[in-house]
């Protein structure tokens, strides 16, 4: 069964970029035709997807946070990161990562999710 874990700062300051990282065990990121999400939920609010790179490495991110996220990749320790540049404190949440054979996802219902990591934003 597949476990994926997040990893990273619990604290960012303003204007910083915040680097996250998923480790996955129990299968590869580059199993057919698996895509692997980072999901957010700010506080009091709904998950928001931030964008996934596909099981052969092409990059998906959502329109509204495009201009400031990248997700890549390591094949080697089965990891993929997430980098947000720029942050503000409406950048705080709860950060997931997913695996699913659906490229949007916003739900634990669907898929395998990690347990999250705390981001705060601030100075």
């Known amino acids: 069964q597949v476990q994926l874990q997040e990893s990273g700062p619990g604290l960012v300051k303003p204007s910083q970029t915040l680097s996250l990282t998923c480790t996955v065990s129990g299968g590869s990121i580059t199993t057919s035709y698996y895509y692997w999400s980072w999901i957010r939920q700010p506080p009091g609010k709904g998950l928001e997807w931030m964008g996934a790179i596909a099981y052969d490495g092409s990059t998906y991110y959502s329109p509204s946070l495009k201009s400031h996220t990248s997700i890549s990749r390591d094949t080697s320790k089965n990891q993929f990161s997430l980098q947000l540049t720029s942050v503000t404190p409406e950048d705080t949440a709860m950060y997931y990562c997913?695996?699913?054979?659906?490229?949007?996802?916003?739900?634990?219902?669907?898929?395998?999710w990690g347990q999250g990591t705390q981001v705060t934003v601030s100075s």
């Open positions: 997913s695996r699913d054979l659906r490229l949007v996802v916003a739900s634990p219902r669907f898929g395998s």
